[in-house]
């Protein structure tokens, strides 16, 4: 996508933050699961978790994602660090709390979600664009003028 000022877009894969973002309390918000299913046919899709709930293996059973439960101290640095796997190629990365501001950073495109755990305000300023709710999120990366319209300077 070419968005006017500031250049040409060609996400190939999105890394989302799992609790808060693609989950309330460790269970898959609604229409997710089928909204992911669509995606997957354009993007390559990631998700990252501290896995809080001890839910996540199970409730990503099935979808097309490769599932990462972060291991490390550090959980805002190992997210950002993730997308370092992707070299060249551009990222959307797609979170809402204090642990995704760097990752959100990092991403060519970053989407902060403002859900029911609400978002850390250092998370939305490091964004590109912020949403209310995660299916805002995922149908802008199924509809990407949207972005372009959210991004034309």
Not at 85 to 109: C, H, K, P, S, T
């Amino acid at each position: 996508m070419e968005i006017p000022n500031l250049g040409s877009f060609n996400l190939e894969a999105a890394v989302f933050d799992f609790n808060g973002t693609l989950a309330l309390d460790g269970r898959i918000i609604g229409p997710v699961r089928a909204q992911l299913q669509r995606l997957a046919v354009d993007l390559e899709i990631h998700v990252l978790t501290s896995d809080t709930f001890r839910m996540a293996v199970q409730e990503c059973r099935g979808l097309p994602v490769r599932l990462r439960i972060l291991e490390s101290e550090n959980h805002t640095r190992e997210k950002a660090a993730y997308l370092g796997q992707f070299g060249g190629r551009q990222v959307v990365a797609v979170g809402n709390g204090a642990n995704d501001q760097l990752m959100l950073e990092e991403a060519a495109l970053g989407i902060a979600v403002i859900g029911p755990e609400g978002a850390g305000s250092k998370t939305i300023l490091s964004s590109d664009l912020v949403v209310n709710n995660i299916n805002e999120a995922i149908d802008l990366l199924l509809n990407p003028r949207r972005i372009v319209a959210g991004l034309r300077r």
